[in-house]
């Protein structure tokens, strides 16, 4: 059984920063790709930020040059770092991992709120 625990959401006003984390536990063998994706109300969840196994890193479009993905292997941790953030980046913000065998386990999801 794997587990993901998110934290790190909330209200910040435009050009704030927040950092997301996702901590992984369980039996985790073979993950292929870790990301972060997003749904805001009444759209389809989409992603947002992923590292593949190689290391290499994937950005929406939206989000490039503004949010960085990392990880941190000896805690089984990913971190999404978002600056520079904007009303349009409100959204419930969901940890992702999927493994070799093509399954995916997916966080509770962590709210962000960008607002004045």
């Known amino acids: 059984q794997v587990q993901l625990v998110e934290s790190g959401g909330g209200l910040v006003q435009p050009g704030g920063s927040l950092r997301l984390s996702c901590a992984a536990s369980g039996s985790i063998f073979s993950i292929t790709a870790r990301g972060w994706y997003r749904q805001a109300p009444g759209k389809q969840r989409e992603l947002v930020a992923a590292i593949i196994s190689g290391g290499s890193k994937n950005y929406a479009d939206s989000v490039k040059g503004r949010f960085t993905i990392s990880r941190d292997n000896a805690k089984n941790t990913v971190y999404l770092q978002m600056n520079n953030l904007k009303p349009e980046d409100t959204a419930v913000y969901y940890c992702?991992?999927?493994?070799?065998?093509?399954?995916?386990?997916w966080g509770q999801g962590t709210q962000v709120t960008v607002s004045s």
């Open positions: 992702n991992i999927r493994l070799i065998t093509n399954i995916n386990y």
